[in-house]
């Protein structure tokens, strides 16, 4: 089954909501009653949601949170005890690095603003750790208990260290579920960029990414593709890329109508993206 918007379908989900506001696009984890734990469902579920939301041509900015109190709390726990293949199932997907449940992980073009409510544990923190830009609730909590329930801590925590100091990264690595980080913790850390109350996140959310989608499709897929790129080397190697990403929309006509916009005092009216 699918949900319309506009012109563009999207599938009809059973562990997520996928919706559009505007130029918005929404993915929503929706297990409440889970505190959206992920589930193998939930995982290749996950790989479809990303790429529907990043070929929607209305859809410019997308935002990730959850249902409920929990944004995400990483692998369901009482399907890998209860189901007689536990972690085995992702075995050849993780030694060869085969995954495909975050936006980065899908390569998707357009800005992410990941909006944290309430617990993020574990397995969470890929979607925070792969987001463009993180925002939380004043009462989100931050735990990671991989090694409380004898598993360990590796992918989202090295993502982690690309965006804030590493003993804290660390330290909660290794307290497990013993002890967890604030939101106002995460946010002096470099987690976080911004702070809003509960019952407000998801507008705050939506008014971002509505700030966000005035600017042109082109140039911020270009600026994702630099600045992810930088992380992965070299200052010089990095810049190199840089350049390349920065002239590939050179005669694109982006390039005209922004300067145009600005000299005339008016919004700018953008090429879609797969222009």
């Keep these: 089954m699918t949900a319309p918007s ?14 559009r506001r505007g130029p918005v696009g929404w993915l929503l984890f929706n297990r409440p009653d889970r505190l959206n734990a992920m589930t193998n469902q939930m995982r290749d579920e996950l790989a479809v949601a990303w790429l529907e ?23 369901d726990v009482a399907e890998i005890a209860s189901d007689g293949v536990g972690m085995e199932r992702y075995r050849e997907s993780m030694e060869n690095f085969d995954v495909h449940f975050t936006a980065w ?19 969470g923190f890929h979607f925070v750790a792969d987001a463009d830009v993180v925002i939380a609730a004043t009462d989100a909590q931050f735990t ?16 982690l260290l690309r965006k804030m100091p590493f003993e804290p990264v660390m330290r909660m690595a290794l307290t497990g579920r013993h002890e967890r980080m604030s939101a106002e913790r995460a ?7 911004q702070l809003v109350e509960p ?13 966000i989608a005035r600017n042109s499709p082109v140039a911020m897929a270009a600026t994702k593709r630099a600045l992810w790129g930088a992380l992965e080397t070299g200052l010089t190697e990095a810049c190199r890329a840089g350049a390349k990403d920065l002239v590939s929309v050179w005669g694109h006509p982006d390039q005209t109508e922004g300067p145009a916009a600005w000299a005339e005092k008016r919004e700018a009216k953008w090429a879609p993206l797969g222009d």
């Design 6 to 19: 506009d012109t563009f379908t999207y599938t009809e989900f059973e562990t997520l909501r996928v919706e």
């Design 53 to 75: 939301l990043d070929r929607d041509p209305a859809v410019r900015v997308i935002v990730n949170t959850g249902e409920g109190r929990a944004f995400q709390t990483g692998v």
């Design 105 to 123: 992980h899908q390569r998707v073009a357009k800005p992410v603003i990941a909006a944290v409510n309430g617990v993020c544990a574990g397995g």
């Design 144 to 159: 990671d208990p991989h090694v409380s329930i004898g598993q360990v801590v590796a992918i989202e925590a090295i993502g």
């Design 187 to 193: 946010y002096q850390l470099g987690m976080v960029s």
């Design 199 to 211: 019952d407000a996140l998801r507008d705050a959310a939506q008014e971002l990414g509505e700030l």
